[in-house]
């Protein structure tokens, strides 16, 4: 049991009971691949997921004490020796330092409220009606328009690029773990994958209960959001589009 920025974490007491494979650094040099997200977007869980699959830890960008010491050993690793390296940044210098990527995209909704609460009530927590008060509607405007900007650049990478659909990932796991997989050129067996799926959602999946009871989003705000999807999914469209004509050529 410890303490971060006044948050309890119990996670370490019940460790073993989700672990499918020792999660290690890899003695093999991979490609560097980056898992991008905006934050909110359902990395950790993924990375849970890929560790629990591969026994080979994820890295990041950030170092994140909390999850170091909860089963992510490769927490400020981003070289050769992690399977993937979540990054929430974007922009051509970023883009740059890898071979190939992978883009979660998570609904905005979802992201930005997962995002807040993550902010002011930590990992498991959730924010308090003052922070709603206070910082919500400056934190939503901005928040929208950065989950445009970087769902959208990083479309432009130049290597190969999968993207996960968060809701996709939620509604068959299995599935979309095993084409995740593929990609990265890694085979699982069946029992692993079973061994995963009894284990799939990890230590940090925050509760439903909310102290806000009503939707915090203005019509303002859902107007400016759905405006921004309804953007990406072109923006989606035209990428899938010119990855089926580069496919036959």
């Not at 989700?18 to 950790?44: D, M």
């Not at 095993?178 to 069946?190: A, M, Q």
């Not at 405006?227 to 496919?247: E, H, P, S, W, Y």
């Amino acid at each position: 049991m410890f303490r971060k920025n006044g948050q309890l974490y119990l996670g370490h007491f019940y460790f073993k009971n989700w672990t499918c494979k020792p999660v290690r650094l890899s003695r093999q040099p991979l490609p560097l691949t980056a898992l991008a997200s905006f934050p909110g977007s359902g990395n950790t869980w993924i990375r849970h997921l890929l560790q629990q699959a591969t026994g080979i830890a994820t890295g990041s960008v950030y170092k994140d004490t909390v999850l170091q010491q909860l089963g992510f050993p490769g927490e400020g690793v981003h070289n050769k020796s992690v399977l993937v390296v979540k990054t929430h940044q974007w922009g051509e210098k970023e883009r740059k330092n890898y071979e190939r990527s992978i883009l979660l995209i998570r609904d905005p909704f979802n992201a930005l409220l997962s995002e807040f609460n993550r902010q002011y009530g930590g990992h498991l927590g959730h924010a308090q009606e003052m922070h709603f008060k206070k910082e919500w509607k400056s934190y939503v405007f901005d928040a929208a328009k950065n989950w445009m900007a970087l769902n959208r650049d990083w479309l432009n990478f130049s290597g190969p690029l999968y993207i996960v659909h968060y809701e996709d990932f939620k509604s068959d796991p299995a599935n979309q773990l095993s084409r995740l997989l593929k990609f990265l050129n890694i085979e699982i067996s069946n029992s692993n994958l079973l061994c995963v799926m009894k284990n799939i959602e990890g230590f940090f999946k925050r509760t439903k209960m909310r102290t806000v009871k009503t939707n915090p989003f203005s019509k303002i705000m859902r107007d400016e959001i759905l405006d921004f999807k309804r953007q990406l999914k072109l923006n989606l469209d035209i990428f899938d589009t010119k990855r089926k004509i580069n496919d036959r050529e």
